[in-house]
């Protein structure tokens, strides 16, 4: 497909080749299905065209093993594309534990890109080739979501909580991506280019854009300034709230027996609406910290929470972010 | 040809038992109540097919120089909302099936016929509504009104919109409800549920969807409105609520709502394949009941909508196996079609045309179904024209295909004349020729990666717009082909030949009365004595022998 008028999008990730193999099966099927049937109707068509005005044929009354073979084999057929289709798809909707990530807000009609080393960007994500990337996503306002032809991914983003998708790019070169979810005026514009870099331009293009505190960081500053400490203590070791250190991808025992994993979207639910859900052993006393925090500021929360956690691996970046931010970092709110 | 007892046109039919306005705009003859449906609907399909247009020409190029950015979100809006809630659905249910379940089964009307037309007074008051939406500045919502762009962030009228869809909904829902009843109590002596013409069986299926779903976008749309103008805070993440709730809502009606719009399109291509081969339906059980079985899965699949929305991996991996499993009784109806040509006694006359294309196209839109359904295609392939191609080869190739089918089939019958058949088999063609241009293109685009939706794309995919071109160039010989019919079919009305009662030479209990029948549509209630389709009984011989080239009658 290397004419100049290309039948295929570009294939540029470890998923893109198994979801065009799925899909090949899938057009040979269709296609063999639909000229065996539309053969057999010409045939049918020509062969016992009416000859004359007055014949009529003999009636056929049915087969009921005609029924039961037509029944069962579209069923096989069916049941490959659902096992084949799943497994890809559990394998696509299972994010790697050692990927980078990237932290994503989408607002009408732009997105926002916040690398772990603290990096940001607009509408243009760079990230290195051959490492698996991981996109944390929300949105300001209202539902958009994030597609890459070239890496066959495609997840929504939705407002109130968190959604992932990752990806592992196989070669250098920009890919374009839309916004894949009808979001009002400017849709069609919501879009822009992954640039998949050599480790070595990569890191180059890091150190370049360096000088901007890692999301944790910022996060750690923030809660500072929101008065967080008071509770959690002043390295989140904990106090009349839960402590905070080792928190992220533990399991958390509810005052009302239940138990689950604190993850991204437990973080964010806490600290906007901390009544929610309270850890067995505390009060119902933190107050909700909605639309005194933005996305964004958010996002660095929770990236703070996370750090925190020892047994998270560390993520592997070109230069090790600030140790500590100082302690007049504004939250870079709204700008670049 | 004196001695044949040529059944002379009678003097009395339903459309001359009475003139003027009033006659029509208070009878409650299902007849002419289906007259004003085929009225009210095809002005919608018009107006929609209007929106298409702009639709078509703005993409030809990838800038947006046709209409700005704004104008495009309220055209495919509007699009949609039009032909799905003002054509699609009420498309063939009521028009041929108000004019024909009575005729088949040998009744008089409908069992409810005051009903019956305050049905079509809710279509039309929804319609007025929507269309004052429209006029007073539109809606960009798209069809889907997904949240929270619909309730907190268009500035558009979207509560009359919604309204006008939420009006409709009652005409359809008791329209339903009038077949129900009619097909369980009003069935002639001897008209044995087995002995159903399988159009009558398929909006059986069909009157199920619109009673059970119905209500619930009726529900939904309410409560948009009220997020909208009180903030309930259901939808609203912020106020404790939850946005995909809205999509696992919309689509629990809105699958099934497909099943609405293609199921009778299948009852009219049984009744073509079956009629135009002469030929008993191979497997009649099976297809009768594929029809309740698709009504009844139908329900069970809407979460396949909702793969990238956010649902959880395991919900994506239920409702794609429900998915699959929907497949199965349309997979069934194909092959029996298929089967009933075997040994047949095929004629090429316009409506059998439409039902051959039916089966290639919907073959199609089926089996691209399944992409859909197959889990990690369908995350690549999810809101791109992949979808587009797909749902329009199911209600363009499937529904629009069947119900012109049966228009021509049954308009000797609705308007005692005859359309010119060279024509009919012309348009048919052009019809299908465009179809498969506009829609075939975008297949590829969609894998390609050109989301819908889109005003603008990429200059720098070349691929992409000559796809786009293809596509256009198809869709106006779609236009043109659509426009062929429009005008004979009305043109018929005052100068076709005038048609013989069963010019068709056909078994149908509809056939066996006047063309067009009279108001109480049968002068002595007929008994049946055997099932549908039997063209080998003596006495269908006789008459195919006396009435053969009698297809129009001479006065």
Redesign the interface.
Known sequence: MQSSVPLLPESASTLSGDVDALYFYLCGVTIFFTLLIGGAIIFFVIRYRRRNLFEIPRPIEGSTRLETLWSVIPLLIAMSFFFWGASLFYRQYRPPTNALEVYVVGKQWMWKFQHSTGQREINELHVPVRRKIKLIMTTEDVIHDVFVPAFRIKADVVPGRYTTEWFEATKPGRYHFFCAEYCGMNHSGMGGWVVVMEPTDYENWLSGNAGQGSPAAAGRALFESLGCVSCHGANGEGGRGPALIGLFGSKVVLNNGQTLTADEGYLRESILNPQAKIVTGFGPIMPSFQGQVNEEQLLQLVAFVKSLSTSKPETVTAKPPPPTAKPNATPPAKKK | MEEFEVPKPPRTNYLNAEYGLKSWLLTKDHKRIALLYLGAISFFFFIGSLYAMVIRLELLTPQ?DLVQ??TY?KVFTQHGIIMVFFFLIPSIPATLGNFLIPMMIGAKDLAFPRINLLSWYIYILGGIVTIYALLAGGV?T?W?F?V??ST???NTYVIAAGLGIFINGFSSILTGLNFIVTIHTMRAPGMTWYRLPLFVWSHYATSLIMILGTPVIAITILLVALERLAHIGIFD??A?G???LFQHLFWFYSHPAVYIMVLPAMGVVSELIANF????I?????VAFSSLAIAVFGFLVWGHHL????QS?YA??IF??LS??V??PS??K???W??T????????DTPMLYA?GF??LF??GG??G??L????????V???YFVVAHFHYIMVGGTLFGYLGGLHYWWPKISGRLYPEGWGRFSALVIYVGFNLTFLPQF?LG???M????????AD???WQ?LHVLSTAGASILGVGLLIPLFYLIWSMRYGPIAAANPWNLPGLEWQTASPPPTENFLTTPVVTHEAY???LPE??QI??KF??QKSVET
């Open positions: 947006g950015s704004s979100n960009d798209g889907t997904y929270p762009y907190t962030f268009s993440p912020a404790g939850d946005p995909i081969s002469r030929k008993n191979f497997g009649y059980k099976f793969f990238v929305a956010g991996v994506g991996l794609s196996f699959f499993a497949a199965i997979a069934i194909v092959f029996n298929t089967a040509l075997y040994k047949a006694s095929i004629s090429y051959l089966i290639g073959t199609v089996m691209t399944l992409f359904a197959s889990l990690a295609v369908d995350v690549h999810s809101d791109t590829v894998y390609m990666g989301p819908r939706r889109y005003h603008t794309y990429p995919l070349v691929s000559v039997e063209f080998a269908h011989k195919i022998g053969e080239r």
